[in-house]
């Protein structure tokens, strides 16, 4: 049996698998950023400062990606490095 697509619904087929890898870099950006934001790590410094969450450049906008705990998995494309 053959069955014959209007154009809108081709589209939207070829479409899907765009949307999902969209969907799915979104969701790990999302969770990235609370790993960031939330996740204690050994920032060096004064006793106060030792273990505190990084920050996500994301969301904290004056922060690097040096010592962030999901710099490997995170997706952000605009990954920046202190000197």
């Given at each position: 049996m053959?069955?014959?697509?209007s154009e809108e ?27 960031a ?5 050994e ?41």
């Amino acid at each position: 049996m053959q069955y014959l697509l209007s154009e809108e619904e081709y589209k939207a087929l070829k479409d899907a698998p765009e949307l999902v890898r969209v969907q799915q870099r979104d969701m790990l950006q999302k969770l990235c950023t609370m790993v960031a934001n939330h996740m204690p790590v050994e920032r060096g410094g004064g006793a106060e400062e030792l273990w505190k969450p990084w920050g996500c450049v994301l969301t904290h906008h004056r922060w690097y990606c040096d010592k962030c705990p999901v710099i490997k998995e995170c997706p952000n494309p605009g990954k920046e490095w202190s000197d």
